[in-house]
């Protein structure tokens, strides 16, 4: 076994054996599921950033900018750090003062339990997609960390590792690692970016470097249509804002201002940190060209020029991304079928009965993860995929369950139904802008089916509702 294996091995083993420690501890759903809502500022801060930083931002996105240099048509991380900016701004307090457990339990309180079912099962898919996107990651790293284990042995390895990391824990014990992973990855990211500037020959011709690069991008790249453009940036921006996993750490949050201050403070290190690995991308084909796969170029670059002591550092902070982002895409997805569907649907009251189901369903959709991130194209494929499907939908029945009471049940569901039904017929027939389309269905049908009903009873909350409780 090779030193960075056997350190990235070592780091895994001691993530899972946090997990097994705090499982102990774990009584109630919202323990399971959101920690006990006990996350003050450091904490929510750490858990928002590492929970969004994931391999898309490390790995996908490097990898787009070793083939085609930054360009409007690849939106990370600016795009994806616009969502935390704007959650902070817009959405954390009125969320976090409902008190909710998923973003469906914020639709039923609004429409009723039939679209809180439906919308569970709408927003599942999504964070199937995003699990997939980091196991397929994490597959990458092990693979290139042990010098000869085919990609799909080390996804195999990955996929079983997350499922059990993330079964055991909970919520409770990724806000515990939350603080590590987040270090881990800040000074793995640092170490990579600092080599590869000092590689470059310094700061002035590692920038040069950069602008060279852009220009010979900028001669092979073909323009694209406006459109195309807003489609590439109306993914991340409106299909995330109010993404499950990020709605997730909000609810976790002590108070609706630490929700808020948290948000606020995660996006510029966000964009700090995710910046790098764009960078590094940018000049990888001068440092290292001709790679067969794209985002192989970080694990790549840091496993040529770092001595293995500072290569387990990059390893360990690209299994931080990965574990931090994963463990909450399992855990949503299988709350938002628990808490919302089988726990209601079977009335069951047990705590104990409710966390084994929360439990089962990580595993039975990690499994499904396992199988996609095995025949993915690529892991921003399937963040993009994640943030299209059910994120139109849900950015519209948000605004309109917080801020009026327009519309009702078949507002809602429709909604619901034709939005990602559009996303899909988009995709099937080829259509050039199947995100746009599927959000102008989820605007129109709300707003036809609205017009036919009566305005809800229940007064919707204001932006600057008052928050209690805020320490």
């Given at each position: 076994?090779?030193?960075?294996?056997?350190?990235?091995s070592?780091?895994?083993?001691?993530?899972?054996g946090i997990?097994?420690w705090?499982?102990?501890?774990i009584?109630t759903e919202s323990?399971?599921?959101?920690g006990g809502?006990?996350?003050?500022?450091t904490l929510?801060?750490f858990?928002i950033f590492a929970?969004w930083?994931?391999?898309?931002?490390v790995?996908?996105?490097?990898?787009?900018?070793?083939?085609?240099?930054?360009s409007?048509r690849n939106?990370?991380?600016?795009?994806y750090g616009?969502c935390?900016?704007l959650m902070g701004l817009?959405f954390a307090?009125?969320?976090r003062a409902?008190?909710i457990t998923?973003l469906?339990?914020l639709?039923?309180?609004a429409f009723?339990?039939?679209v809180?079912?439906?919308a569970a099962?709408?927003?599942?898919p999504?964070?199937i997609?995003?699990?997939?996107?980091?196991?397929?990651?994490f597959g990458?790293?092990l693979?290139v960390s042990?010098?000869?284990?085919d990609?799909?042995t080390a996804i195999?390895i990955a996929a079983?590792?997350?499922i059990?990391y993330?079964a055991f824990?909970?919520l409770l014990?990724?806000?515990?690692t939350?603080?590590i992973?987040?270090?881990?990855?800040i000074a793995?990211i640092?170490?990579?970016?600092?080599a590869v500037?000092r590689?470059?020959?310094g700061p002035?011709?590692f920038f040069?470097i950069?602008?060279?690069q852009?220009a010979?991008h900028?001669v092979?790249r073909t323009p694209q249509?406006w459109f195309a453009?807003l489609e590439?940036?109306?993914?991340?921006?409106?299909?995330?804002?109010?993404?499950?996993?990020?709605?997730?750490?909000?609810?976790?949050a002590?108070?609706?201002?630490?929700a808020r201050?948290?948000?606020?403070?995660?996006?510029?290190?966000?964009?700090?940190?995710?910046?790098?690995p764009l960078?590094?991308g940018?000049?990888?084909?001068q440092?290292m060209?001709?790679?067969?796969?794209?985002e192989a170029?970080?694990?790549?670059?840091?496993h040529?020029?770092?001595s293995?002591?500072?290569?387990?550092?990059f390893?360990?902070a690209?299994?931080?991304?990965?574990l931090?982002?994963?463990?909450?895409?399992?855990?949503i997805?299988?709350?938002?079928?628990?808490?919302n569907v089988i726990?209601?649907v079977?009335?069951i009251?047990s705590?104990?009965?409710?966390?084994?189901?929360?439990?089962?369903g990580?595993?039975v959709f990690?499994?499904?993860a396992f199988?996609?991130?095995?025949?993915?194209?690529?892991v921003?494929t399937?963040v993009e995929?994640a943030?299209?499907f059910?994120?139109?939908a849900?950015?519209?029945?948000t605004?309109?369950a917080?801020?009026?009471?327009?519309?009702?049940?078949?507002?809602?569901?429709a909604?619901?139904?034709?939005?990602?039904a559009?996303y899909?017929?988009?995709?099937a027939l080829?259509?050039?802008y199947?995100?746009l389309?599927?959000l102008?269905t989820?605007?129109?049908?709300?707003l036809?089916?609205?017009?036919?009903?009566?305005?809800r009873?229940k007064?919707?909350?204001?932006l600057?509702?008052?928050?209690m409780?805020?320490?």
């Amino acid at each position: 076994m090779s030193a960075p294996l056997l350190a990235v091995s070592a780091y895994m083993l001691m993530q899972l054996g946090i997990g097994v420690w705090v499982s102990r501890r774990i009584r109630t759903e919202s323990d399971y599921l959101l920690g006990g809502r006990t996350l003050g500022y450091t904490l929510a801060t750490f858990s928002i950033f590492a929970t969004w930083f994931g391999a898309e931002t490390v790995v996908g996105s490097a990898g787009v900018a070793y083939s085609s240099g930054i360009s409007l048509r690849n939106a990370e991380p600016f795009g994806y750090g616009l969502c935390l900016l704007l959650m902070g701004l817009l959405f954390a307090v009125p969320l976090r003062a409902r008190r909710i457990t998923t973003l469906a339990d914020l639709f039923r309180d609004a429409f009723g339990v039939t679209v809180e079912r439906a919308a569970a099962l709408v927003l599942i898919p999504s964070s199937i997609l995003w699990a997939a996107a980091q196991i397929r990651a994490f597959g990458h790293v092990l693979a290139v960390s042990s010098g000869g284990l085919d990609v799909s042995t080390a996804i195999g390895i990955a996929a079983v590792f997350t499922i059990l990391y993330t079964a055991f824990g909970g919520l409770l014990v990724d806000a515990i690692t939350d603080m590590i992973q987040g270090v881990m990855l800040i000074a793995g990211i640092t170490v990579v970016f600092v080599a590869v500037v000092r590689l470059a020959g310094g700061p002035i011709d590692f920038f040069s470097i950069v602008t060279s690069q852009q220009a010979a991008h900028e001669v092979l790249r073909t323009p694209q249509p406006w459109f195309a453009t807003l489609e590439e940036w109306a993914i991340p921006v409106l299909g995330s804002v109010v993404a499950t996993e990020l709605v997730g750490r909000i609810a976790a949050a002590r108070s609706p201002g630490v929700a808020r201050t948290s948000s606020l403070a995660a996006a510029p290190l966000y964009l700090i940190v995710g910046s790098m690995p764009l960078l590094v991308g940018v000049v990888g084909p001068q440092l290292m060209p001709g790679l067969a796969d794209a985002e192989a170029i970080m694990p790549a670059i840091a496993h040529s020029i770092l001595s293995p002591v500072l290569f387990a550092l990059f390893a360990g902070a690209l299994v931080s991304a990965i574990l931090s982002t994963v463990d909450s895409t399992l855990l949503i997805s299988s709350g938002l079928l628990s808490h919302n569907v089988i726990v209601p649907v079977l009335a069951i009251q047990s705590e104990r009965a409710r966390v084994r189901i929360a439990r089962g369903g990580v595993i039975v959709f990690g499994v499904i993860a396992f199988v996609l991130a095995l025949r993915s194209d690529g892991v921003l494929t399937l963040v993009e995929a994640a943030s299209a499907f059910g994120g139109p939908a849900a950015v519209v029945l948000t605004c309109f369950a917080l801020w009026s009471r327009f519309g009702g049940p078949r507002a809602a569901l429709a909604c619901v139904i034709s939005s990602p039904a559009a996303y899909l017929a988009g995709l099937a027939l080829d259509l050039p802008y199947p995100f746009l389309a599927s959000l102008a269905t989820a605007v129109l049908a709300f707003l036809a089916f609205g017009l036919v009903e009566p305005r809800r009873d229940k007064p919707a909350p204001t932006l600057t509702m008052r928050m209690m409780d805020d320490r």
